[in-house]
């Protein structure tokens, strides 16, 4: 495998049904973003690891919630979603450098296709 | 509030030019992204500008004024496979990346 996989590609859902996203980078990228993408809207982003600690999230609801065991996995729990949370899941990840410039190209999976009944 | 504008969809012919705008009011700037995505899949790294002026790779260039917080991406020689969505991303002060929208780019024969 190589860059950034997704599993799964598309899921459906009902409200009350918990279940996991999963990516997975092989960069060796130390920093690690989920996203969703809805139609016509801007990418949201949702959470950021950096060296597996978490530091950003950006008011996402309790229902959605991250993991990352190591650098290179990273896992979004989902539970008693709702029909407006059915989106594009896109993980993505980086090499965040430190000092004065940062450049920070992301590289993304291809993306979860949810959707909540 | 942190804001980035591009046109929502744009249409053009097989083997003319076409030029996409962005414009951004970001806390900051260090630098601004230009991806491609096709429907479907993965957003990819096109072009990055972190200085004022014009950056070429092949068919497509892109173009940035900090100073007026404006690029524009530029495609030549079109083809049908460039039919995609063009994503406009600018990295803040807090080295995250504020997303436009995207530009959806539809090609004719």
């Known amino acids: 495998e190589t860059g950034v996989t997704q599993t799964p590609r598309h899921l459906v859902m009902g409200m009350t049904n918990k279940k996991s996203l999963k990516c997975e980078q092989h960069?060796?990228?130390?920093?690690m973003y989920w996203y969703k993408q809805s139609a016509k809207k801007p990418l949201e982003l949702m959470f950021v690891y950096n060296f597996k600690e978490q530091t950003e999230n950006n008011s996402v609801p309790s229902r959605f919630s991250p993991e990352c065991p190591n650098s290179s996995h990273l896992f979004l729990h989902l539970h008693t979603l709702q029909p407006e949370d059915s989106a594009l899941y896109l993980c993505?990840?980086?090499?965040?450098?430190?000092?004065?410039?940062?450049?920070?190209?992301?590289?993304f999976g291809p993306g979860t296709r949810l959707t909540v009944l | 509030g942190q804001n980035i504008d591009q046109p929502t969809e744009m249409t053009a012919t097989e083997g003319a030019i076409v030029q996409i705008n962005c414009t951004y009011q970001t806390s900051g700037f260090n630098g601004l992204f230009w991806y491609q995505q096709h429907a479907g899949e993965a957003p990819t790294f096109l072009s990055y500008?972190?200085l004022d002026g014009l950056e070429e790779k092949g068919r497509f260039s892109s173009f940035l004024s900090r100073s007026k917080g404006y690029s524009y991406l530029l495609l030549k020689e079109l083809q049908m496979k460039d039919s995609a969505s063009y994503l406009c991303?600018?990295?803040?002060?807090?080295?995250?990346?504020?997303w436009g929208a995207g530009t959806k780019l539809i090609i004719k024969p």
């Open positions: 991303a600018v990295t803040d002060s807090n080295y995250q990346l504020i």
């Open positions: 993505a990840s980086s090499h965040r450098t430190s000092g004065e410039f940062v450049y920070n190209e992301q590289f």
């Open positions: 960069l060796g990228h130390n920093a």
């Open positions: 500008n972190v």
